[in-house]
């Protein structure tokens, strides 16, 4: 096993969770946008994880366990196809002839519990690469 993998791992799960709090605040951004380039209300996005080598048989993972990296990696973001809210405000620009408009499928509350989620994943992979660190200086002391 190589002495820094846990740093390796740890490190790609910051860069996922940075990405992840990057979208969410997007999706905070974007709670009150009613038209985009395309005509129609901000659609809510999502990252999506997978385990690096995701894929392979569990025998592969099991013989390669001990010397291949293995960590998290993004494979996309994708837009929430729940459908938009529709919000009765007559006086909106983008209002139909029933003074409905069309709101953007992003729940607050939603987005901060998932912004909780990400922010206390990406202190655990801190914490994680601290204490990978301190063991990596302990057994350097031990040779002293």
């Given at each position: 096993?190589?002495?820094?993998?846990?740093i390796?791992?740890s490190?790609?799960?910051?860069?996922?969770?940075?990405?992840?709090?990057?979208?969410?605040?997007?999706n905070i951004?974007?709670?009150?946008?009613?038209?985009?380039?395309?005509g129609?209300?901000?659609?809510?996005?999502?990252?999506?994880?997978?385990?690096?080598?995701?894929?392979?048989?569990?025998q592969?993972?099991l013989n390669?366990?001990?010397?291949?990296?293995?960590?998290?990696?993004?494979?996309?973001?994708?837009?929430?196809?729940?459908?938009?809210?529709?919000?009765?405000?007559p006086?909106?620009?983008?209002?139909?002839?029933?003074?409905?408009?069309?709101?953007?499928?992003?729940?607050?509350?939603?987005?901060?519990?998932?912004?909780?989620?990400?922010t206390?994943?990406?202190?655990?992979?801190?914490?994680?690469?601290?204490?990978?660190?301190?063991?990596?200086?302990?057994?350097?002391?031990?040779?002293?």
């Amino acid at each position: 096993m190589r002495m820094f993998n846990a740093i390796d791992v740890s490190a790609s799960g910051l860069t996922a969770e940075r990405l992840r709090m990057d979208v969410i605040s997007k999706n905070i951004a974007n709670a009150n946008t009613t038209r985009t380039v395309n005509g129609t209300p901000y659609r809510r996005q999502v990252v999506n994880f997978e385990t690096q080598g995701e894929g392979r048989s569990f025998q592969n993972h099991l013989n390669d366990q001990m010397e291949k990296f293995s960590g998290v990696e993004v494979t996309g973001i994708k837009e929430d196809q729940s459908p938009f809210k529709n919000e009765y405000e007559p006086g909106h620009p983008d209002a139909n002839e029933e003074g409905y408009v069309l709101k953007p499928n992003v729940d607050i509350v939603t987005e901060m519990a998932n912004m909780i989620s990400a922010t206390r994943a990406y202190e655990a992979n801190v914490t994680s690469i601290d204490a990978a660190k301190n063991m990596a200086q302990r057994a350097l002391e031990i040779g002293r």
